[in-house]
């Protein structure tokens, strides 16, 4: 499986940007992807997860609910990420995954993956 994520760059807080993933070596419709981000000195985190197919469930960290959007293009094999109303704490390096999920903890929302294959990621910087 091979991802390559694009669309990041350097935004004044309160800006927008659209995060995109095309992933290829996988029959894309079929599985759950999702989108994770790492900040400096930080553990690497789920931000959102959208199911397989039509994509009719989606998942949001409680941080980016109500700001980020996450869709899928099941023809052109790509996954997207809206991003609105960034916030400083939003920089991070952003990545996409196949086969994310998502599971309630004690007080919040956890998306995770169950796989291995990571592209180079694509830098989001939010100024502020």
């Known amino acids: 499986v091979q991802v390559v994520e694009s669309g990041g760059g350097l935004v004044q807080a309160g800006g927008s940007l659209r995060l995109s993933c095309t992933a290829s070596g996988l029959t894309f419709w079929s599985h759950n992807m999702g989108w994770f981000r790492q900040a400096p000195g930080k553990e690497r985190e789920g931000v959102s997860c959208?199911?397989?197919?039509?994509?009719?469930?989606?998942y949001y960290i409680d941080h980016v609910k109500g700001r980020f959007t996450i869709s899928r293009d099941n023809a052109k094999n790509t996954l997207y990420l809206q991003m609105n109303s960034l916030k400083p704490e939003d920089t991070a390096m952003y990545y996409c995954?196949?086969?994310?999920?998502?599971?309630?903890?004690?007080?919040?929302?956890?998306?995770?993956?169950?796989?291995?294959?990571w592209g180079q990621g694509t830098q989001v910087t939010v100024s502020s």
């Open positions: 959208i199911n397989w197919g039509g994509g009719k469930d989606t």
């Open positions: 995954a196949a086969d994310c999920y998502a599971a309630r903890d004690t007080n919040s929302l956890v998306i995770s993956t169950r796989s291995n294959d």
